[in-house]
Nanobody
Framework: QVQLVESGGGLVQAGGSLRLSCAASGSIVSINTMDWYRQAPGKQRELVAAITRGGNTNYADSVKGRFTISRDNAKRMVYLQMNSLKPEDTAVYYC??????????????????WGQGTQVTVSS
């Protein structure tokens, strides 16, 4: 069984910082892209930041220069450092990963997994 578990959300004032963490566990062979998405009330889920296994990153325009995604492949962790937070950053943040795991004892497959989400609230 594979799990992604986020932590680090909370309430912060505008201009403040938070660091989200996501730990992947289970029968994982390798993890390809790891991402952070967010979903605000009444809005669609949107990609915030992505990082490849090799460390290439991609950011939504709305967070460029304020958020930094990083990962530790050995620990199977991905992080999102969020600085200069704004009220519009308020959302549930979800960790996502495309990873390879055993499908059967002798075969592998690539699958998409989501964490349960962590609430980030930025007060004005």
């Amino acid at each position: 069984q594979v799990q992604l578990v986020e932590s680090g959300g909370g309430l912060v004032q505008a201009g403040g910082s938070l660091r989200l963490s996501c730990a992947a566990s289970g029968s994982i062979v390798s993890i390809n892209t790891m991402d952070w998405y967010r979903q605000a009330p009444g809005k669609q889920r949107e990609l915030v930041a992505a990082i490849t296994r090799g460390g290439n990153t991609n950011y939504a325009d709305s967070v460029k220069g304020r958020f930094t995604i990083s990962r530790d492949n050995a620990k199977r962790m991905v992080y999102l450092q969020m600085n200069s937070l704004k009220p519009e950053d308020t959302a549930v943040y979800y960790c996502h990963a495309n990873l390879v795991r055993l499908t059967t004892p002798t075969s592998l497959g690539e699958y998409s997994y989501w964490g349960q989400g962590t609430q980030v609230t930025v007060s004005s």
